[in-house]
């Protein structure tokens, strides 16, 4: 199974940007990006995902590598809302082993500071 | 829309019981998942399904049952409780839509077993 590598860690301080880097060096050509965040007591939500292009919604913005073996998810300006713990995984599309069985890793935890 | 409902939010077992949690959501999603989380880590996959009548085993599957009957459905048995099984635990849907389909969680059961 494709696995991802991310940080522990990162801090921020508030109303900067922040770039959480994730590494997928076996990714499979039909791995879809996807990245969630989980606040403080709650389930994780959706954040992002891509393919092989930049990705850009209302939350963050997505930069994939052109190899696609590493992505970055960027929050261009962090609040303390943003204090959450993120999680990089892959997602198959096409049937193969990672199509069902998504595996989180232990995510990045942020910190943002005021 | 509901979304993902989990019931019970809370429950405390002695050691050697059972219990089920429930899981429903009302989006017509195929893929349906449950996760723990134990303190400071990250989910870890329990077991998942496809589809109804379709389902296949995560990470850490031992001590724990499921089933499809429905699309909506998608309940976690625990035969016989542990101290082991003292978590969080999530459950999840998705489309499965090619890898896109992003997850939705549900608010989390936290279990306690004595």
């Known amino acids: 199974d494709a696995k991802t590598t991310q940080p522990n860690s990162m801090e921020s301080n508030e109303e900067e940007p922040v770039h959480l880097p994730c590494n997928h060096s076996?990714?499979?050509?039909?791995?879809?990006i996807h990245w969630y965040r989980q606040l403080p007591s709650q389930g994780p939500e959706y954040v992002i995902h891509?393919?092989?292009s930049n990705v850009n919604n209302r939350m963050a913005s997505l930069a994939i590598a052109e190899d696609r073996k590493s992505s970055t998810l960027i929050l261009h300006r962090a609040t303390l809302r943003d204090a959450a713990v993120y999680y990089c995984?892959?997602?198959?599309?096409?049937?193969?082993?990672?199509?069902?069985?998504?595996?989180f890793g232990q995510g990045t935890i942020l910190t943002v500071h005021p | 829309n509901a979304g993902v409902t989990q019931t019970p939010k809370f429950q405390v077992l002695k050691t050697g019981q059972s219990m089920t949690l429930q899981c429903a959501q009302d989006?017509?999603?195929?893929?349906m998942s449950w996760y723990r989380q134990d303190p400071g880590m990250g989910l870890r996959l329990i077991h998942y399904?496809?589809?109804?009548?379709?389902?296949d085993q995560g990470e850490v599957p031992n001590g724990y049952n499921v089933s499809r009957s429905t699309t909506e459905d998608f309940p976690l048995r625990l035969l016989s409780a542990a101290p082991s099984q003292t978590s969080v635990y999530f459950c999840?849907?998705?489309?499965?839509?090619f890898g896109t389909g992003e997850l939705f969680f549900g608010e989390g059961s936290r279990l306690t077993v004595l």
């Open positions: 999840a849907s998705s489309y499965l839509g």
């Open positions: 076996t990714i499979s050509g039909t791995d879809y």
């Open positions: 891509g393919l092989t």
């Open positions: 995984i892959l997602r198959d599309y096409a049937g193969g082993t990672s199509y069902g069985k998504l595996t």
């Open positions: 989006m017509n999603h195929e893929y």
């Open positions: 399904s496809v589809g109804a009548g379709i389902t």
